[in-house]
């Protein structure tokens, strides 16, 4: 007779499998990245009803308070606390970007390397800017969304700033209470925004379900907008039912999103756009981050070169508020010689101009001229001057279709790479320069996005995990609560060798995942350079 005992497993393999099961994640208290992301001051959850502790970090000068960093800084700091600087940034892959790349592309012109400054350039430029850039960009604008129209855009309706987030916090400064409408997710410095800036109480008009999200593919809902529906959960803001019927009774003053989208890549246009600027006839104050408007990636060939803007559905420049913000951090990519600069012909992308405008009724013109003479200051004065050529309709029309034929081929070299990964993109982008990339299918704990972050930091990449653009302004809510949890972005801004060595990380990162398991990941990060993993 032969007994057959059971198989007892080897203590190796018992402890693997009791790590696998102890990296399913619930809880951003159960994972070293996420705690890493709440140590950095300015990241705590604010305004609870529990007692709260002092943070010697954040509380070393009385009545200061850390309003918390971007996703881009944040994300540079960790990069830089595992070995990344400017010195070495050939090394790495910066995949997080924010910004177009800056050298020469195909069928471009050498980059510029001097700007003169004529004397009279020395001085502080108006706040409001320089006056023949303002009647450029009106007259831009004009050209191209608001040809037979009668009313029309003049100088009047511009203002010049030292960079979106600038023009973002001069219209902020002036705007009373209000209820503000935003959704999920959005551009990261409105988190920022939202909590700075007390008199915008925040009200989310989306749900936070990735699901319903997905379905809708990440587009404003318009109507739901309209009515102030039941899907604001209370949740997300503490709002309770009572607080809930008086936002729908008193009405969303204020409307804030990015168009096109960041970081989905997706883009309002045509029916819904006209209908969204329309709320603005109701007193809805509708602003719009238009800075990715060139960044359209059509179908077919034929109709390369179009960029969208509020400004073509806009009926009376001057009573209709609707507020723009655009300016040359993103729009590039030109050919012609400027007058300040040498006389050879060049092709121009500026994110380090900081030369950006918003455009509005006159009335909020006077209003951001005053806000900026003490937030900011104005605009660089000799990078304005240089910025007047710039602004040629026919240049504009012609470069617009040069940057849409490149960028276009690095989104679809990027969502071919990824699909060879097994790794499709839920909703792919039709503009922008980014991709919403859904880590759910991988193996825990790769599935989040701060942790696929910190594990490609080690791989010398860097991403930006989804949560930042979960505008979230108090940060109460559970990370693994956030409906962007489980998504990092990728900017193909940066050039193509650099696209494909931070793709190669990631291949690199999946595979051992998907052959070795998961033993080596979630854990061991630096927390500086001075600290190595062992005392982490």
């Known amino acids: 007779m032969h007994f057959h005992l059971p198989r007892i497993p080897s203590v190796a393999n018992v402890a693997h499998q009791v790590h696998e099961v102890i990296k399913h994640f619930k809880h951003e208290k159960e994972s070293e990245a ?80 001097s700007i003169s400054m004529p004397v009279d350039s020395l001085e502080y430029a108006p706040t409001t800017g320089v006056k023949a850039l303002r009647e450029a960009v009106a007259d831009l604008y004009n050209h191209t969304y608001r040809q037979g129209k009668a009313s029309q855009y003049t100088y009047e309706n511009v203002c010049i700033v030292p960079g979106g987030r600038s023009g973002l916090s001069r219209v902020a400064a002036v705007v009373s209470d209000v209820y503000c409408s935003y959704q999920i997710p959005d551009y990261t410095a409105y988190d920022q925004v939202l909590s700075a800036f007390k008199r915008l109480v925040p009200v989310p008009t989306v749900p936070t379900s990735v699901l319903i999200l997905c379905q809708n593919k990440y587009r404003l809902n318009i109507e739901q907008t309209k009515v102030c529906s039941s899907l604001v959960f209370p949740p997300l803001d503490a709002i309770d039912h009572d607080r809930q019927r008086d936002i729908c009774t008193q009405g969303l003053a204020v409307i804030i999103a990015s168009n096109p989208r960041n970081p989905t890549g997706q883009v309002i246009a045509g029916k819904d756009l006209k209908e969204l600027v329309a709320l603005s006839k109701e007193g809805t104050t509708v602003i719009l981050d238009e800075f990715y408007s060139w960044y359209i990636y059509p179908e077919h060939e034929r109709d390369l070169g179009k960029s969208i803007s509020s400004a073509e559905y806009v009926d009376d420049v001057n009573t209709d508020p609707v507020v723009i913000i655009d300016g040359l951090t993103k729009v590039e990519h030109f050919r012609y010689p400027l007058p300040f600069a040498k006389r050879d012909p060049q092709n121009w992308r500026l994110p380090g101009w900081r030369v950006c405008w918003v455009i509005g009724p006159k009335n909020l013109i006077t209003a951001l001229s005053q806000s900026g003479s003490f937030l900011d200051g104005g605009a660089n004065h000799p990078m304005q001057l240089a910025a007047i050529s710039l602004l040629e309709p026919s240049h ?102 650099d696209l494909d060595k931070g793709l190669d990380a990631i291949e690199r990162v999946v595979k051992a995942a998907r052959k070795e398991g998961t033993r080596k990941f979630g854990h061991s990060y630096k927390k500086s350079l001075e600290t190595s993993p062992e005392h982490v």
């Not at 600087?85 to 390397?113: F, K, T």
């Not at 922008?432 to 594990?455: M, R, V």
């Open 34 to 113: 996420h705690q890493i992301f709440r140590q950095q001051v300015g990241h705590q959850p604010k305004g609870c009803f529990l007692p709260q502790t002092v943070n010697p970090d954040e509380e070393t000068v009385p009545g200061i308070e850390h309003p918390g960093s971007t996703g881009v800084i944040y994300c540079s700091d960790r990069a830089m606390a595992n070995g990344f600087s400017y010195a070495n940034s050939h090394e790495w892959a910066n995949l997080g970007q924010g910004a177009p790349e800056v050298g020469p592309i195909p069928n471009a012109h050498p980059r510029p390397d």
């Open 396 to 497: 504009v029309a012609h470069e617009k279709r040069a940057l849409q034929k490149h960028f276009k081929a690095k989104r679809d070299h990027v969502l071919k790479r990824l699909h060879d990964l097994k790794m499709d993109v839920d909703i792919p982008p039709q503009a922008t320069f980014y991709i919403w990339l859904n880590l759910e299918k991988l193996p825990p704990p790769l599935n989040n996005g701060l942790t696929f972050f910190e594990e490609l930091l080690k791989e010398k990449t860097i991403v930006i995990p989804g949560i930042f653009f979960d505008i979230n302004p108090s940060h109460r809510r559970n990370l693994f609560n956030s409906p962007c949890h489980h998504f990092v972005r990728l900017s193909f801004g940066p050039p193509l060798e």
